[in-house]
């Protein structure tokens, strides 16, 4: 089994800002890329961003200049430094580990109220 655990969601005010903290654990699987994505109600989740074990991030538009996505031990832990956040940022926050095969976690809501 592997597991995703996210963390660090929570409710804040606009202009305000939030870490998210990701952490793989189990069975020791090849993984090359974290990354982040959002599900808002009613919408489809959608990629905010990625970090290969290369370092190599990639951002959603949104996302570029306001997030900041981090790894700590490669494949295992990442981060996502959210800043200036805005109401429309509201949303359930996952994380997402891809190697030979894919693995997400449970979500985190971010609620960023006016």
């Known amino acids: 089994q592997v597991q995703l655990v996210e963390s660090g969601g929570g409710l804040v005010q606009a202009g305000g800002s939030l870490e998210l903290t990701c952490r793989r654990s189990?069975?020791?699987?090849?993984?090359?890329?974290m990354g982040w994505y959002r599900q808002a109600p009613g919408k489809p989740r959608k990629l905010v961003a990625t970090i290969t074990s290369a370092g190599n991030k990639e951002y959603s538009e949104f996302a570029e200049g306001r997030f900041t996505i981090s790894g700590g031990s490669p494949g295992k832990t990442v981060y996502i430094q959210m800043t200036d956040l805005k109401t429309e940022d509201t949303a359930v926050y996952y994380c997402?580990?891809?190697?030979?095969?894919?693995?997400w976690g449970q979500g985190t809501q971010v609620t960023v109220s006016s």
């Open positions: 189990g069975r020791e699987v090849t993984i090359n890329s």
């Open positions: 997402r580990a891809a190697g030979d095969f894919e693995y």
